[in-house]
Nanobody, 114 residues
Framework: QVQLVESGGGLVQPGGSLRLSCVAS???????MGWYRQAPGKEREWVAS???????NYADTVKGRFTGSRDNTKNMVYLQMNSLKPEDTAIYFC?????????WGQGTQVTVSS
């Protein structure tokens, strides 16, 4: 089992940037890590994922604007979000997946508004 804690959310103007962090309670080297988000009244959606082999994939809605990474030495994953839009407003969740089990953090709020 792994516990996840996200941080770095906040209020930012359109076009601005934020960097989200997610720290795990144990080694993540054997976990597929991911970022998801849930906007008010909408279902949770996938944003980005990072395989154990180092590959990174992004949803089309954030490709070219968001960059994620994982640091297995620090048990952390990051999501650098640039050129933020109002439609990026959501709670952002970190997820760890291994052996068919999913572990979620509690999320961090990102609000993009002028």
């Amino acid at each position: 089992q792994v516990q996840l804690v996200e941080s770095g959310g906040g209020l930012v103007q359109p076009g601005g940037s934020l960097r989200l962090s997610c720290v795990a309670s144990r080694s993540i080297s054997n976990y597929v890590m991911g970022w998801y988000r849930q906007a008010p009244g909408k279902e949770r959606e996938w944003v980005a994922s990072f395989t154990t082999g180092g590959s990174t994939n992004y949803a089309d809605t954030v490709k070219g604007r968001f960059t994620g990474s994982r640091d297995n030495t620090k048990n952390m994953v990051y999501l650098q979000m640039n050129s933020l839009k109002p439609e990026d407003t959501a709670i952002y969740f970190c997820k760890a997946q291994n052996f068919g089990f999913d572990y979620w953090g509690q999320g961090t709020q990102v609000t993009v508004s002028s």
